[in-house]
């Protein structure tokens, strides 16, 4: 059996991903505690998860999947982006960078509330080999947060074609089957496959 160990800090992700692959016949190990969070300064997503990967494949000898994720605001010229997990300052909580991107909203109507969800995610291998696939999802923003499942910007992303639900108004399972980490994810089983 493949073992992989995932690289991302945060525990909602981890969920997701463990969810998305856990048909798969792969042992799946969780980030070590005492691997320090890597600085991600990347310009790109595929930067940043290529550098969470090959951090936890140095520091522990396994091969890595890392996950980075943005959300892209038309109106906001695409921030927070590469940016969305400190939008509203380093230390910032998803209430905080919820709060800070509905303020800076205020007034748009639904036409000028268009955003997507990306996610990169990165596999890296002790022999330096490494590929990236990546999946997205369109929707808007609404004017107020609605829903208490997910994480992150999910109570105020309203994906396309659910009439206004957001993501967080879905099952885990609604939730994955359209989401930037689904998609994201199916990709990378298939290439899994391929290897
Ligand atoms: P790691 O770097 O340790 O993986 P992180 O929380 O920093 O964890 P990202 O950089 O990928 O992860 O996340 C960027 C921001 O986007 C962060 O604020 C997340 O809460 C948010 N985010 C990521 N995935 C999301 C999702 O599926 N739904 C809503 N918000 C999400």
Redesign the pocket.
């Given at each position: 059996m493949k073992t992989f160990v995932l690289?991302?800090?945060?525990a909602?992700?981890v969920d997701?991903i463990r969810e998305i692959l856990a048909d798969l016949n792969l042992v799946l190990l969780n980030?070590p505690s005492d691997v320090p969070?890597?600085v991600?300064d990347g310009e790109t997503?595929e930067d940043?998860?290529l550098l969470?990967a090959r951090a936890l494949v140095a520091a522990t000898g396994h091969a890595a999947i890392?996950?980075?994720?943005?959300?892209f605001v038309d109106a906001l010229g695409g921030a927070?982006g590469?940016h969305?997990?400190?939008?509203a300052g380093s230390g910032?909580t998803?209430a905080d960078?919820v709060r800070k991107l509905l303020d800076a909203l205020r007034g748009l109507d639904a036409t000028e509330r268009g955003a997507h969800?990306r996610?990169v995610a990165a596999v890296a291998y002790p022999d330096d080999s490494w590929f990236v696939v990546s999946g997205e999802v369109s929707g808007t923003i609404t004017e107020v947060p609605r829903g208490d499942q997910?994480?992150?910007?999910?109570p105020i992303?309203a994906p396309q074609g659910l009439r206004g639900r957001t993501?967080?108004e879905l099952s885990s399972s609604e939730?994955h089957a359209l989401?930037?980490?689904g998609n994201a994810f199916r990709e990378l089983v298939d290439a899994l496959r391929l290897r």
């Open positions: 690289a991302t800090a945060n909602h992700k997701e980030r969070e890597v991600e997503l940043n998860a969470k890392a996950d980075d994720t943005g959300l927070p590469v969305s997990a400190r939008y910032a998803d960078n969800f996610t997910g994480f992150g910007y999910d992303f993501l967080a939730k989401s930037h980490r």
